[in-house]
């Protein structure tokens, strides 16, 4: 079978049945390798006979060699003939000689063992591990005859008290006082034998089946009332009493206990029994099969053992694990067989329980963990850490394989390329096509096999070289730079063989891959098949990608030598030779300009079409790389006009734009290089006045401080006075600076031009640098005088390397954190695949200009690339600007903009009816590729990237100052983004006005609100509410507001759970999303709405059950809204009663584990969490997202592996 053909995956709690299936034999001995013959001992942890062979188509003893013998059991050592990499697969066992438990059912919360039996945890676990004992049986008849035997003691003490004491008082010389005395002696008699009768029938009582007994109390019944009961202790016990349990009728007892209970407690407690007894139910798995009396043996090339040079070994902890398992087995076999005392057999059971724990999951066991014996006492990895973390299956070799036929290397400029190729070390590359150079030289038939071949690869011939030259020809090669935080991090390029050890990367190409030439590596790959070819030309060429996939701008912008050759080029300067010079067209000022006539920046008068223009010979030769038709390009070239220049050429020219963009590099590098222009040390001027302006500031720095010495300042207003100042110098040298450098020299070329560095740079080079920050971000008073050309004095530069190392430190800590928000995105998001056409969604989403506004963005760039859902006209024309289910585009919504239009009805991911993925129509516009987004698309990976890679230029200050005063903590940055995706309660949460109401009055004194709202009974009436406001807040209501549910009474983040319970579902969308948009859009990053729409999407996308109905789900189960509307679907069919539910707003960790894929959200997080539930459930993986199918090496169902492709 193939892995394609694989539909889905179930995973299910074995039985000890089953796992005996599965085994090839029972391994009884400790042994691993025998050290003298260097083989495996028979009956041991690597026995052949039970594993297979360590040698292809050979046995043991080596009675049967070679293929011939397949399949043939040898007659002397028992082992079968076949191929070694059967030691992959086939399993052995233990025959454990008493039952233990499995410690994830036992420990794993809630604990499931203790659900089952309706135990507490720490009982249960007393009782498996031997400290108490556990009631399994109770004798109804003889503890009814023991209750009337205590009856009958009783009455019989009751008559002998009475009647002795009636007989010392009825003396009749006894006095009176001392009659009223031996009465109350009898009456004290008689309540003592009450009491006691009491306490020993409660006791009585009490001893019924799954009471757990401490040693003591159980010594103490069995003394007294032995014949009553019978308690056992050990994982057996439980065994039994699990055996027992019916789940159909646990279920209908359950349920109607449900009823009866009252507390809230109890009733969830009842609720968790019923939902774990029908998941048991469902999935055809019995309660017994926790316990183990079977233990799997992994196969040994699973857990290897490697002979290192020493003669020593290197082997896997689960062998050692096993070991002791063994171990404690056998002994407790011994034991047992020479029927040793009950106390050390318990001991050793209790020992082979904590063997067996430790196999299972070393971690989980708090406080007992298992240490290795060698050196370091380090913890033993089990087949629990086997699977998780970043280090575990899951995530290192599963979802990250290590791949042949790739290479990496440092990466240096090709200036010469062309944008579709890179520069490939010629070893480099006959190592990556090895295969295919080799079969063409069996072509050439200057090989005639694969050894030939190998043979003149190794000594690099000419005919090598050429057949090279030939292979390479056609094939795409892929080049990666790591972190790959967008697509764009991994382009195909076709090789160009070069002389050197390092790739040669496209300088247009350095911005998709943030890559710069100070030391960075690439990695290839090759494409081996003619598919992955295909794919490779069709999706991931570079000509092909030229737009981000975030905002649909172009990634391939001109930077650096390129932009300062194109300034230098189309720079009119004043005064230079042949100014104003007239001419009949383009080609007589070239003309001119070659005979040294005039030069390139002399302002010159040129025929264009049918009139003169005023322009220069260098913007003349700037438009000859254009296409014709594009128009003349008439202004100067800097960074800014370069970009919008590029925009254009990509609209317009989509396919060819990429061979434009080359011809306007190679101007570029050739004109930065004629320029001349450098950058020395005399190049940076020092303002002259700059001493005069610190000296004067010195001044007012010593009139402050001697105020504050004469007490007429605080300390708090002398720092504030004095950081005014040298703001003030330095906003005063930064208008010099400018001045101060010569219009036509290097420097003021090289910023204006935005090629390299800004003013502000510039400011610090020659001016002053200025106040710094100490590490608390509290201003020093004490400002750097000194510019970096002067240099600083010792003081200046302590001063200044606090701000260096928190650069340095919140890079790399922002780093981490952004790869670890884009993971959880990832996991969040990777089903969202484009799945059908439309959905006929009629609803759709409002976007208003205002929240466009709110967050300083451009309201073109929002509703860009969306699908209308109603016409859209000038309000003055009345011409139609968009039909309705047309998109938007940009042309469209420049037009929209223009018209002052206020709001805009259309499609979007957040009101997507497709039950699995979203439909093309409310996703709308493919930003990277421009047109209607494709069916297979990802997109919820797109959006996750689209999030994620900006993360690492977010701030990573926690604390804003916001508010009048700027007292209160408002989160921003990416602890910010990460609230609200977490649903976190904030930092800095503002009120919210719970009811509809006016606004009566506000007393900023006292910090109160007074609201008035109206409550609807059978009058309306109205009900006064007060909101405590805090200290140091600015507050956004005034007294006669009218104000609506859910609005913040003053400054501050809101809760989100709140929020929704209050305003509702479409509210707290669009408040989530203007609210990653804020802090996105503060640092300057522009993210299109619809990623966003994407994830909060999936936030909503899960379900929590109030009445199951007729459906195999329980009450208070989280299900995905797929799951509710096709199992409701399914209802309705078959007519039964369906599944009523309530939305939920969850943050993405938890989307993430409540996925229908186990294996997405094994390989999340809580690996053993997720696995036990699922193992449980007996779940079956319908293998519908991204990370499933690469789990299991499955083609992806996207892109290519789509169903419709």
């Not at 520069?423 to 150079?437: D, I, N, S």
């Not at 030309?537 to 030229?546: A, E, H, Q, T």
């Not at 807040?1033 to 005034?1038: G, H, P, Q, S």
Request: aromatic share 8%.
């Amino acid at each position: 079978m193939f892995v394609s053909d694989l539909e889905s995956i179930k995973i299910k709690l074995a039985s000890s049945e089953e796992i005996l299936d599965w085994s090839h034999g029972e391994v009884t001995k400790p042994e691993t390798i025998n050290y003298r013959t260097q083989r495996p001992e028979k009956d041991g942890l690597f026995c052949e006979k039970i594993f297979g062979p360590t040698k292809d188509y050979e046995c043991y003893c080596g009675k049967y060699k070679r293929i011939r013998y397949k399949g043939i059991v040898c007659d002397r050592c028992g082992v079968e003939v076949t191929k070694s990499s059967v030691r992959r697969e086939r399993m052995g066992h233990i025959k454990l000689a008493a039952c233990v438990s499995h410690v994830w059912f036992l420990k794993g919360v809630p604990s499931r063992i203790g659900l089952i039996l309706d135990l507490p945890f720490h009982k249960v676990e007393e009782v498996i591990y031997f400290i108490s004992n556990i009631v399994i049986s109770v004798d109804e008849q003889a503890k009814k005859k023991v209750l009337e035997e205590i009856e009958k003691e009783y009455q019989t003490k009751v008559k002998s008290s009475t009647f002795a004491l009636r007989v010392s008082v009825d003396r009749p010389c006894l006095p009176a006082g001392r009659q009223v005395k031996v009465q109350k002696e009898l009456k004290k008699i008689l309540e003592e034998l009450k009491q006691a009768r009491d306490r020993a029938k409660e006791e009585v009582l009490s001893i019924e089946p799954k009471k757990v007994l401490t040693e003591i109390e159980y010594h103490r019944l069995s003394l007294k009332y032995g014949e009553i009961f019978e308690a056992e202790t050990g994982a057996e016990v439980l065994k039994q009493i699990a055996e027992k349990i019916n789940l159909d009728k646990e279920i209908k007892k359950l349920e109607g206990l449900l009823i009866k209970k009252s507390s809230l407690e109890e009733q969830k407690k009842t609720l968790k029994r019923i939902n774990l007894f029908r998941e048991l139910k469902k999935a055809g798995v019995r309660p017994e099969w926790m316990f183990l009396e079977v233990l799997p043996v992994l196969p040994p090339d699973l857990r290897p053992m490697v002979q290192l040079d020493g003669g020593r070994y290197a082997s896997s902890d689960l062998n050692d694990l096993y070991r002791r398992v063994i171990n404690r087995n056998n002994r407790l076999k011994y034991l047992l067989e020479i029927n040793a005392p009950e106390v050390i057999i318990r001991n050793e059971k209790r020992m082979l329980q904590e063997a067996v724990d430790a196999l299972i999951d070393n971690k989980m066991r708090r406080g007992t963990t298992t240490l290795a014996t060698t050196g370091g006492r380090r913890l033993l990895k089990s087949l629990a850490d086997m699977l998780q973390g970043k280090q575990g299956r899951f995530r290192q070799n599963l979802l990250g394989k290590r791949v042949d036929y790739s290479g990496r290397s440092v990466i240096v400029v090709g200036p010469e390329l062309e944008f579709s190729q890179c520069g490939v070390p010629k070893k480099m590359a006959l190592e990556l096509f090895k295969p295919f150079v080799i079969q063409k030289l069996i072509e050439k038939k200057l090989a005639y096999n694969m050894g030939g071949g190998k043979k003149l690869l190794e000594e690099e011939t000419d005919e090598v070289w050429e057949s090279l030259e030939e292979v390479v020809k056609e094939r795409l090669v892929l080049l990666n730079r790591a972190p790959t935080l967008h697509r764009l991090g991994v382009q195909a390029f076709y090789p160009i063989l070069i002389e050197g050890e390092a790739i040669r990367l496209h300088p247009l190409a350095c911005a998709a891959f943030n890559a710069d030439f100070d030391g960075d590596q690439m990695a290839i790959h090759l494409p081996l098949s003619q598919e992955a070819q295909t794919e490779a030309k069709g999706r991931i060429f570079s000509c092909s990608n030229l737009l981000k996939p975030v905002t649909g701008e172009p990634v391939v912008a001109p930077t650096k030598d390129i932009v300062l050759g194109c300034y230098y080029l189309t720079k009119i300067i004043q005064g230079q030779k042949g100014e104003g010079k007239v001419f009949s067209s383009f080609e007589e000022a070239i003309l001119a300009y070659e005979a040294k006539i005039v030069t390139l920046n002399s302002k010159i008068k040129a025929l264009f079409g049918k009139e003169f223009i005023e322009t220069s010979v260098g913007r003349i030769i700037f438009n000859q790389v254009l296409p014709q038709g594009f128009g003349f390009q008439n202004y100067l070239m800097d960074s800014k006009n370069l970009k919008k220049l590029v925009k254009e050429i990509i609209e317009k020219y989509s396919k060819d734009s990429y061979r434009i963009l080359d011809k306007i590099k190679d101007l570029g590098f050739e004109y930065s290089t004629e320029s001349g222009i450098t950058l020395g040390m005399d190049d940076l001027v020092v303002p002259k006045e700059k001493e005069k302006l610190i000296k004067a500031a010195e001044e007012k720095t010593e009139t402050i401080q001697s105020y504050y010495q004469k007490g007429l300042f605080s300390q708090a207003e002398k720092i504030l006075q004095v950081i005014e100042v040298w703001k003030g110098v330095k906003t005063e040298i930064e208008k010099l600076i400018p001045k101060t450098l010569p219009l036509l020299g290097p420097v003021f070329f090289i910023i204006d031009s935005g090629a390299r560095g800004s003013w502000s740079q510039l400011v610090q080079m020659t001016g002053m640098k200025g106040l710094v920050a100490n590490p608390a971000g509290r201003i020093i008073e004490l400002p750097v005088k000194s510019s970096f050309k002067e240099g600083f004095d010792v003081l200046e530069y302590f001063i200044s390397t606090h701000g260096a190392r928190k650069g340095t430190v919140d890079t790399a800590l922002r780093t981490a954190t952004a790869g670890y928000l884009t993971r959880r995105l990832v996991d969040v998001a990777h089903e969202a695949i484009v799945m059908e056409e439309d959905c006929h969604d009629k609803e759709g989403i409002l976007m208003y200009r205002k929240d466009a506004d709110d967050v300083s963005q451009d309201f073109t760039f929002k509703i860009l690339g969306r699908v209308s859902l109603e016409r859209i006209k000038n309000p003055k024309t009345h011409a139609s600007i968009v039909k309705k289910g047309e998109i938007i585009d940009w042309k469209a919504a420049k037009e929209i903009v223009q018209t002052k239009i206020e709001k805009v009805r259309v499609r979007s991911p957040l009101s997507c009816k497709s039950p699995r993925g979203i439909c093309r129509k409310c996703y709308g516009m493919d930003l990277g590729w421009g047109g209607l987004i494709k069916l297979g698309e990802a997109v919820g990976v797109i959006a996750a990237q689209a999030i994620g890679e900006p993360g690492t230029q977010l701030t990573l200050r926690t604390f804003h100052t916001g508010g009048v005063v700027g007292e209160i903590d408002i989160t921003r940055g990416l602890p910010r983004v990460d609230e609200i995706f977490e649903r976190r309660p904030p930092k800095g949460e503002a009120e919210m006005c719970a009811k509809a109401g006016t606004v009566v009055s506000v007393d900023e004194e006292k910090r109160v609100i007074k609201i008035a709202s109206l409550v609807s009974g059978k009058k309306e009436k109205e009900a006064l509410m007060e909101y405590y406001i805090p200290a140091k807040v600015e507050i956004l209501v005034k007294p006669g507001q009218l104000i609506e549910a859910g609005n913040p009474l003053y400054v501050g983040s809101l809760d989100l759970k709140k929020l929704f319970r209050l305003v509702g579902k479409t509210e707290t969308q669009r408040y989530m999303t203007k609210e990653i948009q804020r802090v996105y859009a503060s640092q300057g990053v522009s993210i299109h709405d619809k990623h966003i729409e994407l994830i909060v999407r999936q936030m909503f996308s899960r379900v929590k059950i109030r009445d199951p109905g007729n459906s195999l789900f329980g009450p208070e189960e989280i299900i995905s809204s797929s799951q509710f509307i096709e199992e409701n679907q399914r209802l309705k069919k078959q007519k039964l009663k369906r599944i009523k539910a309530q939305e939920l707003l969850l943050g993405i960790s938890k989307v993430a584990l409540t996925t229908d894929s186990f294996l997405s959200a094994a390989s999340f997080q809580q690996t053993s969490k997720v696995l036990i539930g699922a193992a449980l459930r007996g779940e079956e993986d319908k293998l519908r997202g991204l990370k499933e199918n690469v789990i299991i090496g499955k083609l992806i169902p996207v892109g290519t592996g789509f169903k419709t492709y």
